[in-house]
């Protein structure tokens, strides 16, 4: 399969011209002109490189890539992250915001979807567009009956701060280290669901009688690029492997 291809689908599918973001979203380092083997992961990182490396990776699709913000020289680190793909005849393409608020392979929608979440609508606001979303379960639940289904289906351990609502049927979702999104729930759903968390964030909550769940950053961001890595699979007959390289965030 042609690169060129693939990024216009991913472009198009993924409508990363449509975000403001830091990242820079799209094809980061060109790879070789033909794609039979595509790896994804969470993170660009020396560590996810040799992996792919190992697997042998031409496309690695990641939801945090190596290019942020400003541009910047290309010297120690930066540059030898560059010249690990380069020299292993390795592109890279990342999508951040994109990914996350996708409502078919999004971080969020997926998560959603694990919940059997109904009526889902679009959801938080982060540089002027919903990058989250939230819905209703078809029956309530416990708080430790949504922990299970979490911790089952994201093989990671999640914390519960039951602030409020002991039984939930309404639940919100932002994936990642989303705090000053999540604000906007407060008092309007009986659970919010985000990956990181912080002392403000802790304090914000205990005094709303908000409760909500951490999933952890890495664990919430999982689930949107293994969804992209199985839709290219399955669309162009691409081998496709998820590499877990976990985080303790």
């Keep these: 399969m042609k ?40 993170d660009a990182s020396f560590k996810t490189f040799e992996r792919a490396r190992e697997w042998g990776t031409q496309l690695l699709l990641v939801h945090h890539g190596l290019f942020w913000g400003k541009p910047f020289p290309l010297v120690g680190v930066d540059f030898s992250r560059i010249e690990a793909l380069i020299k292993n005849g390795m592109g890279l393409y990342a999508c ?33 567009t919903q990058i989250g979303c939230a819905g209703v379960l078809p029956q309530p639940l416990t ?30 979702i932002v994936s990642g280290e989303a705090g000053s999104i999540m604000k906007e729930g407060l008092g309007k759903y009986d659970l919010l669901l985000t990956g990181g968390t912080g002392l403000s964030l802790f ?34 007959s691409l081998k496709h492997t998820f590499l877990d390289v976990p985080s303790p965030y």
Excluded: C
Aim: hydrophobic share 40%; aromatic share 8%.
């Design 3 to 42: 690169l060129k291809e693939i990024v216009k689908f991913l472009d198009e599918y993924l409508k990363v011209g449509d975000f403001q973001d830091d990242s820079w979203n799209g094809l980061q380092v060109e790879g070789p002109e033909e794609v039979e083997r595509i790896a994804t992961a969470v």
């Design 96 to 128: 951040h915001l994109p990914l996350d608020a996708h409502p078919e392979v999004g971080n969020n929608a997926v998560l959603s979807r694990m919940l059997n979440l109904k009526n889902v609508e679009p959801f938080g606001y982060y540089k002027g």
């Design 203 to 236: 304090r914000l909550v205990e005094d709303a009688s908000q409760s909500i769940i951490f999933a952890g950053h890495y664990a919430t961001e999982t689930v949107g690029i293994k969804a992209v890595g199985e839709l290219l699979s399955s669309r162009f």
């Design 143 to 172: 708080l430790e009956e949504i922990k299970k289904i979490l911790e089952d289906k994201l093989n990671q351990k999640v914390q519960v701060w039951g602030f409020g609502k002991k039984e939930i049927r309404s639940v919100a």
